[in-house]
Nanobody, 126 residues
Framework: QVQLVESGGGLVQAGGSLRLSCAAS????????MAWFRQAPGKEREFVTA????????YYADSVKGRFTISRDNAKNTVYLQMNSLKPEDTAVYYC???????????????????WGQGTQVTVSS
């Protein structure tokens, strides 16, 4: 069983930045594709971004391209989400998710990830 613990959420003004972290409890972290999803009140949980185990490939939802950056440090078993130019519509609970390997069809599918963190709130004020 892999445990994921997010941190770094908070309240920020529109145009500001936040950095989220997700620490994983596994010795084989580099085997895991890691992703961030988010869920706004009354909405479905949606894909934000993902990174392959070796960090070489990244994927982004169109809504965050050019503003958000995912990265990972396999030596620290941690994945990061740098969020810049934040907008009020980015307000949501952000969840870290992981799975061993992932086919291209799995990358953006919420149901493809068996491991989830507890979520961290990000609120962007206008």
């Amino acid at each position: 069983q892999v445990q994921l613990v997010e941190s770094g959420g908070g309240l920020v003004q529109a145009g500001g930045s936040l950095r989220l972290s997700c620490a994983a409890s596994t010795r084989t972290f580099s085997s895991y594709t890691m992703a961030w999803f988010r869920q706004a009140p009354g909405k479905e949980r949606e894909f934000v971004t993902a990174v392959r185990g070796n960090g070489a490939s990244t994927y982004y939802a169109d809504s965050v391209k050019g503003r958000f950056t995912i990265s990972r440090d396999n030596a620290k078993n941690t994945v990061y989400l740098q969020m810049n130019s934040l907008k009020p519509e980015d307000t949501a609970v952000y969840y870290c998710a992981g799975r061993v390997v992932a086919s291209p069809n799995d990358i953006t599918r919420r149901t493809a990830y068996p491991y989830w963190g507890q979520g961290t709130q990000v609120t962007v004020s206008s």
